[in-house]
Nanobody, 123 residues
Framework: QVQLVESGGGLVQAGGSLRLSCAAS????????MGWFRQAPGKEREFVAA????????SYADSVKGRFTISRDNAKNTVYLEMNSLKPEDTAIYYC????????????????WGQGTQVTVSS
């Protein structure tokens, strides 16, 4: 069992930066692949980034590649999403998610979810 709590969202101007954090409970955090997803109003939840259990492998959606960086600190049971050069189209609720074993890109393949944190980028 893993419980996830996101933080770090907020309102930022276009071109600005935010760092999201996702704190996990449970002793097996280091065995889970972690993902970030986002959902804008009226749209489906979409993949943003993911990282393998040991941080050795990462993957990004094309829309955020080069602007966002996912990382994790297994000693702190925390995964991060560093977001730079933010655009209004990045506005969404951002969720972190966990799954055992390897990275996947579909939200349906993640069994554990946080409550989400709102990111709003003004133009």
């Amino acid at each position: 069992q893993v419980q996830l709590v996101e933080s770090g969202g907020g309102l930022v101007q276009a071109g600005g930066s935010l760092r999201l954090s996702c704190a996990a409970s449970g002793r097996t955090f280091s065995s889970y692949a972690m993902g970030w997803f986002r959902q804008a109003p009226g749209k489906e939840r979409e993949f943003v980034a993911a990282i393998s259990w040991n941080g050795g492998s990462t993957s990004y959606a094309d829309s955020v590649k080069g602007r966002f960086t996912i990382s994790r600190d297994n000693a702190k049971n925390t995964v991060y999403l560093e977001m730079n050069s933010l655009k209004p189209e990045d506005t969404a609720i951002y969720y972190c998610a966990a799954r055992a074993y390897s990275i996947r890109y579909s939200y349906a393949e993640y069994g554990y979810w946080g409550q989400g944190t709102q990111v709003t980028v003004s133009s």
